[in-house]
């Protein structure tokens, strides 16, 4: 049933739901990550609930960013070429990486994002249609 949607809903449509999706699972991980990381800085009080604030909305935002990006990439290649394959996913995970790490201005860390999610969506992509 996932190809059939893929074939027939709008991007847009795909890219909102996997922004919702994994967004909230990055907002799950910033709330078991975030408490562990204020107690290890030694924040205290109200700015230990300001800092957990933060954090699970930065996970969220950037988690569902990615995902996104990969998504709406992914699916405009896909209609664009006229074909389901690896390369799909490879060109998205690269774009959505570089995108990402992007902010930090290193050339450095884009590549080396970029390689890695790439290479991570190509597999998840090669495991899902295997």
Do not use: H
């Not at 930065?58 to 690896?86: E, M, P």
């Amino acid at each position: 049933m996932e190809e059939e949607l893929d074939r027939v809903a709008p991007c847009s449509s795909l890219a909102v739901d996997s922004v919702i999706r994994v967004g909230a699972a990055g907002a799950i991980w910033g709330f078991c990550a975030a408490p562990y990381d204020a107690r290890k800085q030694g924040v205290t009080g109200f700015s230990r609930a300001a800092f957990v604030a933060r954090s699970i909305g930065g996970f969220g935002f950037q988690c569902g960013l990615v995902a996104g990006i990969f998504t709406s990439t992914r699916c405009g290649l896909q209609r664009y070429r006229r074909k389901d394959d690896l390369v799909n996913a490879l060109i998205a995970g690269a774009v959505a990486g570089a995108t990402v790490a992007a902010g930090t201005r290193s050339w450095k860390q884009v590549v080396g994002t970029t390689c890695l999610v790439s290479a991570f969506s190509t597999a998840a992509d090669y495991f899902r249609t295997s």
